[in-house]
């Protein structure tokens, strides 16, 4: 069974066209027109082993804030049509990641019951001349729309640029482990019955 799902998303400020293959092998092919946010995602598929292919064309003449969204609301689509009706996946995933003085903590639950909650403060607001603030914006939509909950917590940093690589290879670590198929489960891991 192929997890593979193919998302477009046009507006008057973006169109971007995403397909997500879960079961990858970390390789990636992204034109964001946001750089920072090229390279984050660029270490999400590597760390999670997924395949991802980003076209993304944005009013990134005023900032990268609706790219970047847009990007979390079709990787989260992604991801939630890739996983289909979720049976024998794990659904929780945990990961740790440090980079250098940084550390970070990811914990997924892919419980069909969205929620962001984000503990982390970026000392400054930009790395490059991308806004910091993007990086809740990004994940808050990423789990909305993948209809998980997302813990994210940067225990401490010094470097704004470690601190969110940490947060996003982190990320795909924990999804890799949350969307792995376990052969002991028959169905889907809750006692409802159904994510």
């Known amino acids: 069974m192929e997890r593979i799902a193919s998302i477009e998303r046009k507006t008057n400020e973006t169109n971007i066209k995403l397909a997500l293959d879960i079961d990858g092998e970390g390789q990636s092919t992204l034109e964001t027109g946001v750089p920072f946010l090229t390279h984050m995602l ?11 292919t980003v076209d993304a064309n944005g009013d990134v003449e005023v900032d990268g804030h609706h790219t ?5 609301i079709c990787l989260g689509q992604a991801l939630r049509e890739a996983l289909g009706d979720k049976k024998g996946i794990k659904r929780y995933g945990n990961a740790f990641v440090p980079m250098d ?15 962001l909650e984000m503990r982390a403060e970026f000392p400054a607001q930009k790395v490059g001349t991308f806004d910091t603030e993007l990086v809740h914006e990004f994940l ?19 470097n704004t640029h470690h601190m969110i690589e940490a947060v996003f290879k982190a990320l795909g670590r924990a999804l890799d482990e949350a969307t792995t198929i376990d052969p ?6 809750s006692t409802k019955g159904m994510l």
């Open 42 to 52: 660029d270490l999400f598929t590597k760390h999670g082993q997924f395949n991802l």
């Open 68 to 72: 970047t969204e847009d990007i979390g």
């Open 140 to 158: 808050w939509k990423l789990a909305l729309e993948a209809r998980m909950n997302l813990h994210v917590i940067v225990h401490y940093g010094k």
């Open 184 to 189: 002991r489960i028959k169905g889907v891991p």
């Open 101 to 115: 003085e940084a550390l970070a903590q990811v914990v997924v639950d892919l419980s069909n019951r969205p929620h």
